[in-house]
């Protein structure tokens, strides 16, 4: 499996449990199980891609031909903060909506 597709799959998972989480924590912000987890890990993947390219220490999650567990966390932390910080957005975007359309 090449690096890349790796390293994406880490941020789509770490993306779906910061949009999971976000949704637990502040139920204003909830988009629904589902929803949160696909956001969230659309989020991760975009924020993690962008966060790689930024620092290229966190690139590649099999380092110099083994494994190494900082990269893997720092894919982790990235796709999950990224994907937390999207899914807030969509639901703040949600909410005004929502809003608007009751007034």
């Known amino acids: ?7 994406l799959i880490i941020q789509l998972i770490g993306g779906a449990a910061g949009g999971s989480g976000v949704g637990k924590t ?3 912000l909830d988009l629904g199980p589902v929803a949160n987890a696909i956001v969230g890990a659309l989020g991760g993947a975009g924020g993690g891609s962008i966060l790689s390219s930024l620092i290229p220490a966190l690139t590649g999650a099999a380092g110099n031909g083994g494994f190494d567990i ?3 966390a720092g894919q982790l932390v ?3 903060v ?3 910080i999207v899914t807030a957005i969509v639901g703040l975007i949600r909410n005004a909506l929502v809003q608007k359309q009751r007034a």
Do not use: D, W, Y
């Open 1 to 7: 499996m090449s690096e890349t597709l790796l390293n």
């Open 26 to 28: 502040a139920k204003s």
């Open 70 to 72: 900082a990269v893997v």
């Open 78 to 80: 990235g796709g999950g």
């Open 82 to 84: 990224s994907g937390a």
